[in-house]
């Protein structure tokens, strides 16, 4: 079964600091993994996702995140944090098994999300 | 391009009553996934349809049922309203087709259901 986990309820910043959101994996294949950030009262917005290639994937709003193999790790980072960031954040990852028994699939599963509080 | 739209944004009912949730999904979007969201259980995956059919199925009870429509329109259908229901409920449509390994699910704004 795939699982990712995100070991931080919430994380308290100030604006103008870097900001990191960690999200570890577990799956048996290729992971596909995607970063989700939502709003009170708002759907979930894709922020970004790592599929294949580079091991650091650019996405919206300039947030980025580092994909790590040997880590199991997909941490989503932003240089320059903004009050306007703070929000809940979800890690997700594609259930590669279920596409494979299905022919397809888009399952996601999704981390218990982090709490982004951004202080001025 | 318009994004994926729910009706209704909210509802209120009582055990023991049925409720219809609908999804618009983007144009040209074929796949069409359910999710819970609860403050106990997070985001729970319900099932996802693609060309009118339930590709994946989450683990909840046969009272969760879903359909598609042939331009992709979906709806879902809870019967026999529970407490433990009351949640966000959120569609999210992707392109879908077998070779898109690298899909990516876009939500709508979700339906808030509350079961009184």
């Known amino acids: 079964a795939q699982s990712v986990a995100q070991p931080e309820d919430q994380v308290n910043v100030a604006e103008g600091n870097p900001l990191t959101v960690k999200c570890t994996y577990s799956?048996?294949?290729?992971?596909?993994l995607f970063w989700y950030v939502q709003y009170p009262n708002r759907g979930l917005q894709f922020l970004l996702k790592y599929i294949t290639g580079d091991n650091l994937v650019k996405g919206s709003y300039g947030f980025e995140a580092e994909f790590n193999k040997s880590q199991t790790s997909f941490h989503l980072k932003k240089p320059s944090a903004l009050v306007s960031d703070s929000a809940l954040y979800f890690c997700a990852v594609r259930d590669h098994e279920a596409r494979i028994l299905t022919g397809g699939g888009n399952k996601l599963t999704f981390g218990t999300g982090t709490q982004l509080k951004v202080e001025l | 391009k318009a994004g994926v739209t729910q009706t209704p944004r909210y509802l209120i009912k009582t055990r023991g009553q049925q409720v219809t949730l609908s999804c618009s999904p983007i144009?040209?979007?074929?796949?069409v996934s359910w999710y819970q969201q609860t403050p106990g259980q997070g985001l729970q995956f319900l099932f996802e349809y693609f060309s009118e059919t339930q590709r994946n199925k989450g683990n909840f009870p046969g009272r969760f049922s879903g359909r598609q429509f042939s331009n992709s329109r979906s709806e879902m259908n809870v019967s026999t309203l529970e407490l433990g229901d009351s949640a966000l409920y959120l569609c999210?449509?992707?392109?879908?087709?077998?070779?898109?390994?690298?899909?990516?699910?876009?939500f709508g704004p979700g339906t808030r259901l509350t079961v009184l």
């Open positions: 799956v048996s294949g290729n992971p596909y």
């Open positions: 144009s040209g979007h074929r796949s």
């Open positions: 999210a449509s992707s392109l879908g087709g077998l070779a898109e390994s690298t899909d990516t699910q876009y």
